[in-house]
């Protein structure tokens, strides 16, 4: 028995606390005048869905993925390589054989 997937979406009014939530939960912060366009952007977002909606799917099997290929992999073959002393030649810092590169994370106290 093929699974039915049925998605009910309301009409909504996207509203400074909605924009405030999600971008809370994103960790991110807006001005004034960015949520403005970040309101606009998002209840477009949720018309096309709404029209989207209107479609009759009802005939048509889900997808679980976008095309027929499966496990569809190149052959790996060993290409030329430079030296590790070519490689270090433009590294602004090394301790041979590596990199040396800036701090990304650091560790929490």
């Known amino acids: 028995m093929p699974l039915r997937l049925i998605l009910y979406i309301c009409s909504m009014e996207i509203t400074d606390d909605t924009v405030d939530k999600i971008a809370g939960l994103a960790r991110l912060r807006f001005e004034a005048n960015e949520k403005i366009q970040i309101k606009k952007d998002m209840q477009s ?9 209107e479609l009759d799917t009802s005939q048509i099997e889900p997808l679980l993925h976008m095309s027929t290929n499966t496990n569809s992999t190149r052959e790996d073959f060993i290409q030329n390589s430079i030296s ?26």
Do not use: L, R
Not at 84 to 109: C, D
């Open 45 to 53: 977002m949720i018309g096309f869905i709404e029209k989207m909606n």
């Open 84 to 109: 590790n002393e070519e490689a270090m030649k433009n590294a602004t810092k090394n301790k041979a054989p590596h990199f040396i590169v800036p701090t990304v994370i650091k560790k929490q106290s």
